[in-house]
């Protein structure tokens, strides 16, 4: 069973552009989640997604938004970019609603660099 | 709000040593606490996850925690340490079946051999 997918890996963007980052959950899973995680900061929640809603969203400014189709991929954008937006950004999914089942299933990030 | 604090960012053991790394939650409510591992370059794993059936739970690759309601811990725990466990370490909380699961900032667990 493939796990989460999680494209581009890595990518390099110069401030002021926009950047759209694509998540494919697991066969079967209906809820998709985004975190940020920085050094810092940990793991930020984002966003989550469940069958084409948004269910909850994170303390994020609206440059940050995100959408899911009805395959239950996920795209998230972030639009004007700004140095501090360097960071890995992780999409996981679950069968159900995340915080139901608490077992999130990680993609592997894709790794955004902004100069 | 449910929060989760992890105390030390950084755990250092030698190789066979007990393993043990904190956390603290607050919730107002019953909460559903988490653990995850991350190894290098990769996406987070489940380690073991208490949903209130029984305090002592056991996970994978020989990891438990336990929650204790008093002192509002869940801390993971491994008798003996291996090279391969060296990775960092989530903790989770969330508090009922509508709020996201937050992450402690998380400890990265060193084995010295």
């Known amino acids: 069973k493939a796990g989460v997918t999680q494209t581009p890996r890595y990518l390099i963007k110069t401030r002021g552009q926009q950047v759209t980052l694509s998540c494919s959950p697991i066969s079967g899973h209906r809820s998709v989640s985004w975190y940020q995680q920085t050094p810092g900061q940990g793991l930020q929640f984002l966003f989550e997604?469940?069958?084409?809603?948004?269910?909850n969203k994170g303390n994020f400014p609206g440059r940050f938004s995100g959408r899911q189709f009805s395959n239950s991929r996920s795209e998230m954008n972030v639009s004007t970019l700004e140095l501090g937006d360097s960071a890995l950004y992780l999409c996981?999914?679950?069968?159900?609603?995340?915080?139901?089942?608490?077992?999130?299933?990680f993609g592997e990030g894709s790794r955004l660099t902004v100069l | 709000a449910q929060s989760v604090t992890q105390l030390g960012s950084h755990v250092s053991v030698s190789e066979g040593a007990l393993v043990l790394l904190r956390c603290n939650y607050s919730?107002?409510?019953?909460?559903?606490l988490f653990w995850y591992v991350q190894y290098p370059n990769q996406g987070l794993q489940l380690l073991l996850k208490?949903?209130?059936?029984?305090?002592l739970v056991k996970g994978i690759n020989g990891f438990e925690a336990e929650f204790k309601k008093s002192e509002t811990s869940f801390h993971l725990t491994k008798p003996s340490a291996h090279m391969s466990d060296a990775a960092e370490y989530f903790c989770a909380v969330s508090a009922s079946g509508n709020t996201p699961l937050v992450f402690g900032k998380g400890t990265r667990l060193s084995v010295i051999a």
């Open positions: 919730s107002s409510v019953p909460p559903y």
């Open positions: 997604y469940f069958s084409e809603t948004q269910r």
């Open positions: 996981a999914s679950s069968l159900d609603r995340a915080s139901l089942t608490g077992e999130l299933f």
């Open positions: 208490y949903t209130s059936a029984a305090t």
